[in-house]
Structure formats: structure tokens, C-alpha cells
């Protein structure tokens, strides 16, 4: 009896841990079917790079909307004749076209030396590291071996995205669905060091009531004031970080200190006390946050993988193969 006990909580441990997808990655995935895989991602990234910022900021939010919904299998990449797949629900109708192309182009360099091998998903999640690395942030180890989802529906978007005037309790909830801390969370809205937001996102809190928000800096709220105006063009976008938007860096928790957040889910890290200290910690010491955030990209990669059998290897990431 205790022997069919012991084999049957072995293998209830085994399907266990093949269901919640961890520990299935790993850092040399191809070391013997494309060793060069990093280094053709990374030339075809710095060429991006070369010829516009945006691709920074647009592949690290690529990675991020991807992994959200239905995990991180590059169902975000895929383009549907009827304006259905996920990138166009609201919510993912802002991610810039330059960080879908960076991916492509990295595909079509890595397909040019290992045909159907190498996964759009891999391929994104290498991407995400090398802008971090090329805006000036922390390196780190990727891990491999994800495969490209089959599911790309606008209608399985809403809900599993922070919204920009999320408070502290639904951005945990979001978070812990995906397996991520607080910590991590706080870590990962640092992404917001770099890049922009078009007005509309954040207009609630300078004209939505008689008052601006009273957890803005009144300086700050003058310049977001001036840059986006009562019924601005829709088009018009600010640097998220107004000090150093083009660098990876801990100011964008110094700015929250400061009262220059630019989101509510930005400004409530500092506001509120159990997340204040986190803030505090990672506005003062640059080497915390670095090495939080390269745990919580890590922990990000394997939300939702597909592994094994499970999806496919795309020849076309804006395409299913069949």
C-alpha cells in the first residue's frame, strides 16, 4: 500500500509541475540546434535600435502584454484579416509598431540560419533583455524552450491587463495571478524609465474633477497641463520618466518620491504603505532594483509557457502555420 501511495503522489508531483509550466525552461534550449541564436537576435535588435529609440520601449511593453494574456507564446504577434487577434483589443491598440517589427526582423534573421526552430515567443523574450541592455540597464540569462501559442482572440484581453488607474490591491491581484509578487510588480513598473504615453491615459487626473490630483507635484501637473492641453490630439504622447526617458535607470522611483508619477498605478506605489518602502529602497540603491528586476523578468518568462508538444514553432510570427 505504501508503495501505491508513494507512486501515486509522484506522479501527482510530476503532472503538477508540468502543469504550472516552471522549471521546463532553460538558458542553453539551443546550444546544439541554433548556438547563435542570441547573438542574431541581438545584431538584428541593435540594428532596430539604430534607426529608431522607440524599439526599446515598444519590445520591453510587447514582452509584457504577451506574457499577460494566454502567457508568454507570442500570441500578441499574430495579425488576423478580421481586426480579432489580440493586438487589437483596446487595450493593446497603443503598443507601437516598431516593437512587433523588431521581432519580425529577428526572426527572419534566426529562420535565415536555423529554419523552424527557433520560437517567436524565445525570440521576444531575447529582444526584451537586449533593449534593456542597449537603454543602459542590467544584463541577464534567458531562459528557453517556449513555443509559439495557437490562441490569439481580442475578446480574451480585457480583464488580464493593469489598467493606468489601478490601485495597489487590483495591481497585486493582477500580479499573483501570474505567479508575481509585489516586489516584482513594483520591479517591473520600473519598465516605465523608458518611453511614452499618449495624454488620454493619464487626463483623468488633471481635468477630471475641479482639482488636479492632489498626489501630483503642482510643477509636474503644470507641464503635463501645457503638454496635453484640454481635448488634445488623441496622437500626442510624453516621456513616462520627464528626467531621464531614454535611460534605464532608478529614477523613475526617485520621480515617484517625488510626486512626478505619471500614472495613478505609478504614483500609488509611493502613496501608499506597503508598497512606500519597496519604492524608497529601490529610489535610493540602483543595484536593488536592477537585481529585482532582472528576477522579476525572469519570473515573467515563464508565466503561461507552452512547452513540449504544446503550440508550434512559427515560420511567420504574425501568422498561425496552418
Known sequence: MDVAWRGLFLGL??????????GQLVENFYSSSCPNVEAIV????????????????????LFFHDCFVEGCDASVMIASPNSDAEKDSEDNLSLAGDGFDTVIKAKQAVEASCPGIVSCADILAIAARDVVVLAGGPS???ELGRRDGLISKASRVAGNLPGPDFHLNELNTIFARNNLSQIDMIALSGAHTLGFSHCDRFADRLYSSST???????????QLEAACPRNVDPSIAIDMD?????TFDNVYYQNLVAGKGLFTTDQVLFTDSESQP???DFAN????FNGAFVTAMRKLGRVGIKTGKVGEIRRDCSAFNS
Open 212 to 222: 488636479v490630483d492632489p498626489t501630483l507635484d503642482p510643477d509636474y501637473a503644470k
Open 140 to 142: 541577464f540569462n534567458v
Open 42 to 61: 541581438s545584431q538584428a535588435v541593435s540594428t532596430k535600435f539604430s534607426q529608431t529609440f522607440t524599439t526599446i520601449p515598444a519590445t520591453l511593453r
Open 13 to 22: 508531483m510530476a503532472f503538477m509541475i508540468m502543469k504550472s509550466g516552471e
Open 278 to 280: 519597496t519604492v524608497v
Open 285 to 288: 540603491n540602483p543595484g536593488a
Open 242 to 246: 520627464p528626467v531621464t526617458p531614454r
